[in-house]
């Protein structure tokens, strides 16, 4: 069912293939979900997403993924920078991201829709491994989080690739097929160079990222750049400049991001008080811990977990 905002992505009115692409796409999500918000489509690593209304920020943590908008509006922000798109665009996430996000529109008539795909570094890397074979000019390096054009081959093939929860049998072998559809066109895509050179062994890009999975995992842990520089195997100036372009943040405002996201979340799920969570996630000072997380989240830790749960 074509939507009412559908005329506008073409002209006379008439809708073009990207826009009647996107409207069986929407009702695909809606017979997925069945009426629940949020569920894992029958294709590994994609999921759908529904609102039916604005929501507040809220925290999210980005792994290397597609994100398309089907219907609506989103915005998310990393650090000092922030990222909306829409049906016409999609967000490309390189490397693991802390971040928070906001869905901007939606109603119960007309509700937002996205999806996620997570994607595999070891397929992206194959496929642009055959894409230099064929000797395919792709962009340069962009960040670890980009926006690009949503295009009709792009569209096609994520269409197929969620229909395919239809036939389960077939996921195993189309899927994997489909897929590498979907990564191609991202990788010879204004958007893909970030994530080409992250999945390529050996490159900056790809040190990088691997020192992005270490904080990640090892976020309450005390580490100085020069030690990061030095796992990295680059000079402290290089790495510094390098972790900068990819995630708009230095390695210890990265660090911090996690921990604080990370408090958030044990604050939510299992209720300990602020001097136990800044203890948790690396912090010496719960004074330091608290301004910190208020100027991120807006308020003090037990008022904002207090405000998200409703009380």
Partial sequence: MLRPDDKKHSPAGHPDERAIARARLADRILHDLAGADDRQSGVPGLSFYRRGSACDPASAFYEPSLSLVVQGRKRVMVGANVYEYDA???????????????????????????????????????????????????????????????????????????????????????????????????????????????ARHGTQHNRIAAIISWLRAHYAEPASIEVLADMAGMGVSTFYHHFNA????????YQKQIRLHEARRLLLTERLDAGTTAFRVGYES??????????????????????????
């Fill in 246 to 253: 990819i995630t708009r943040m230095s390695p210890l405002q």
């Fill in 88 to 198: 016409c665009r999609f967000m490309l996430t390189s490397v693991d991201l802390p971040t928070i996000a906001q869905v901007l529109d939606g109603s119960e008539a007309h509700p937002f829709l996205s999806l996620m795909l997570k994607l595999d570094l070891a397929a992206v890397q194959a496929v642009g491994a055959e894409i230099d074979l064929e000797g395919i000019a792709t962009s340069d390096a962009g960040t670890g989080m980009t926006i690009g054009m949503v295009t009709a081959g792009l569209l096609d093939a994520i269409l197929r690739l969620a229909a395919l929860a239809d036939v389960p049998r077939d996921i195993p072998i189309l899927g994997r097929m489909v897929l590498r559809e979907v990564i191609y066109h991202l990788l010879v895509g204004p958007a893909g160079g970030q994530l080409r050179q992250i």
């Fill in 286 to 311: 719960v004074t330091q811990f608290s301004r910190e997380y208020r100027r991120l989240f807006g308020n003090p830790p037990i008022r904002d977990i207090a405000l998200l749960q409703g009380r």
